[in-house]
C-alpha cells in the first residue's frame, strides 16, 4: 500500500522560504518520477515540480528559479525547496507521482503566504 504524507508548509511573509517533505512508503522515489502539485481554493490543481527517475528535473513557469525539487533515495522522500514565497503560492501543496495516481493523494500540507 503506497502512502505518501506530506509536512513543512506554514505561515510565511512574502519574500519568505519553506522547505516541504514528501515521506513515501510503499513505492521507491528514485525508481518512479515524482511531483509536486498544489491547488488553491477556486483553482484548478497544478503540477509545480517532478523529478524523474535519472532526477532531471521540471518546473512551472511560475515557480521557476524559486523552488528547487529534490529526493533522498536513503529516506525515500521528496523535497520541495521554496524561496522568495508570494501571496500566489498559497495553496495546499501534495505530492504523488508524475502521472499521478489517484489513489495515492494523501492529506497535503498547507502553504500560506501572508504579511
Known amino acids: 500500500q503506497v502512502q505518501l504524507v506530506e509536512s513543512g508548509g506554514g505561515l510565511v511573509q512574502p519574500g519568505g522560504s519553506l522547505r516541504l517533505s514528501c515521506a513515501a512508503s510503499g513505492i521507491p522515489v528514485r525508481f518512479n518520477a515524482m511531483g509536486w502539485y498544489r491547488q488553491a481554493p477556486g483553482k484548478t490543481r497544478e503540477l509545480v515540480a517532478s523529478i524523474r527517475s535519472d532526477a532531471s528535473t521540471n518546473y512551472a513557469d511560475s515557480v521557476r528559479g524559486r523552488f528547487t525539487i529534490s529526493r533522498d533515495n536513503a529516506k525515500n522522500t521528496v523535497y520541495l525547496q521554496m524561496n522568495s514565497l508570494k501571496p500566489e503560492d498559497t495553496a495546499v501543496y501534495h505530492c504523488?507521482?508524475?502521472?499521478?495516481?489517484?489513489?495515492?493523494w494523501g492529506q497535503g500540507t498547507q502553504v500560506t503566504v501572508s504579511s
Open positions: 504523488n507521482r508524475f502521472p499521478v495516481r489517484e489513489s495515492y
